[in-house]
């Protein structure tokens, strides 16, 4: 056998160009099922705590209860002088709406910018572009003084009235960046046969623009399920308090506060928004990746 037969027998096989060595694929795999177990462990505890009894949800640290008890979830639901499925109604009115105002408005002014050609239209794009560098603790005083002369405090008007006058910046500049990957050939072929504006934005860009829309809508009502600092400013009556407000009420500083059942509606506040990613995740993804995405 010849020098060049025995090396081409014995010479190991070498990895493809740009591919990982197995070593190197389990040392990544393990690195991130740990990371992605320190992440979960969070949620999974609290899942944990609100079916254990009270005096053992701060006994220990394992996920696994001694004994199972359901029992924080009807003292959670019925333990407040409002049922707990009040918070719910709540929290699904203000978001739903704010879904709704946030995917029409922010839809039609992001519509304008890319689409139309207008007097000023840069200008107002840049100014557009500014308001997403101001805090929201900087306009949280102007508004709320408005909002109170126009007696809408302990309602859901200032939660949701703004969201259907496009004030959300970060929706709209997502949607121009779609908009703008439209071809102009289609609005150009509509316009020769007898489509003007507004029906050039319903028959042809809304229809086109589903993926960004539904990313628009999953994180406005994510958002604003989450939201505890705005009901906190103007909502004062339990009857109108959303989920997190709810929530607050658990716990007291000044005498004992209900644990379990804390824990046990907090994993209830997590089925909307989990089932509502869960339906609309590929559409999300889709959305993501055709814009880019950066707050």
Known sequence: MTDATMSSVTAPPSAPPGR???????????GLIAASIAMVYPLL?????????????????????SSVDFASYVRGWFGLDVSFGRFTWNSLVVSVLTVIGNVVACSLAAY???????A?????FAIMLGTMMIPYHVTLIPQYVLFLNLGWVNTFLPLVVPKFLASDAFFIFLMVQF?????RELDEAAMMDGC?????YWKIML???LPVLATAAIFSFIWTWDDFFGPLIYLNDMNTYTIQLGLRTFVDSSSTSDWGGLFAMST????????????FQRLLIEGIATTGMKR
């Open 20 to 30: 990982r060595s197995p070593v190197g694929s389990v040392l990544i795999h393990a």
């Open 45 to 65: 505890w609290m899942i944990s705590a609100s079916v254990r009894p009270e005096d053992e949800i701060f006994a220990s640290t394992s996920l696994w209860p």
């Open 112 to 118: 304008a910018f890319a689409r139309l050609r207008f």
């Open 120 to 124: 000023g239209r840069n200008f107002w």
């Open 179 to 183: 908009f703008r990957g439209i071809p």
């Open 196 to 200: 003007g504006p507004w029906r050039i």
């Open 207 to 209: 229809p086109l623009s």
């Open 268 to 279: 209830l506040s997590l089925v909307p928004v989990f089932f509502f990613f869960l339906f």
